[in-house]
């Protein structure tokens, strides 16, 4: 408890009275916080644009024992993303993967490899936006992987032997991995392609993995898109807000 200093990223805000926000944060230390900044809505505040979402900022704040809400001392830009917010598709894609940090990343809960892929996926995001799409794939399947989600693609969930990476497979209605052998061909064909991507953006930056899917057919990319967000609706048990927009 005190004084907590921490890189975070900004997911969202709310306004609190007249002239405060609750600022919903992912850290890299302490996991996601929500906090209460005191005059950040006031002209002057002292805050200034450090808390506008997907903000990359140095947070220093003060946790009480027993409070859920923290408070903001300091919050200093290592990075903005001012640029993005022109763009309604890509809010939209921003706020759909703030929302998949906050179902699958507990609050208070440290989780420096999360804080790292969304962080490493934002910059990319400015850096490429034109490939959106593909980034929103690789963050589904990233957070899917982290929480725990995601079937071993590996091996065969029947018959344990090895599937090499782009044959062909079926998931089972559990999501399981099953080979051709031991699948009786029901559930989702998991195609040659499809199988390759996933198993490829476990080992590939989010630029590599962007360029690795540029070849790939409409269909094929609807493959990976379907898998990933059923996986998603399934360990939700629902469809998380802003996924429509992303099939």
């Known amino acids: 408890m005190g004084i907590i200093e921490t890189e975070a990223i900004v997911l969202r805000t709310y306004n609190l009275a007249e002239a405060d926000k609750i600022v919903v944060c992912l850290t890299r230390s302490t996991g996601v916080v929500r906090a209460v900044a005191k005059g950040a809505r006031r002209l002057k505040s002292r805050f200034g644009a450090g808390l506008e979402p997907f903000t990359i900022i140095d947070l220093t704040y003060y946790e009480k024992e027993g409070r859920e809400l923290v408070s903001v001392k300091q919050a200093e830009i290592k990075r903005s993303f001012f640029s993005l917010t022109q763009s309604s598709e890509t809010i939209a894609a921003l706020s759909y993967m703030g929302e998949l940090v906050l179902e699958f990343a507990p609050p208070h809960e440290p989780n420096e490899k999360v804080f ?105 990319r609807g493959e990976i898109a379907r898998l990933t967000q059923g996986l998603i609706g399934r360990a939700l048990e629902r469809r998380p807000r802003g996924q429509a927009s992303f099939n």
């Open 116 to 220: 790292r892929m969304f962080r490493a996926v934002l910059q990319e995001v400015a850096q490429s936006p034109e490939e959106l799409s593909a980034l929103v794939r690789y963050f589904e399947i990233w957070i899917l992987k982290l929480a725990g989600f995601l079937p071993d693609l590996r091996s065969c969930a029947e018959c344990h032997r090895k599937i090499e990476e782009g044959a062909l497979g079926y998931l089972s209605v559990e999501f399981k991995l099953h080979c051709v052998e031991c699948s009786p061909r029901v559930g989702t064909t998991l195609h040659t392609s499809a199988h390759a991507q996933l198993r490829s953006a476990q080992r590939l930056s989010p630029a590599d993995f962007a360029k690795s899917v540029q070849g790939l057919a409409v269909a094929q």
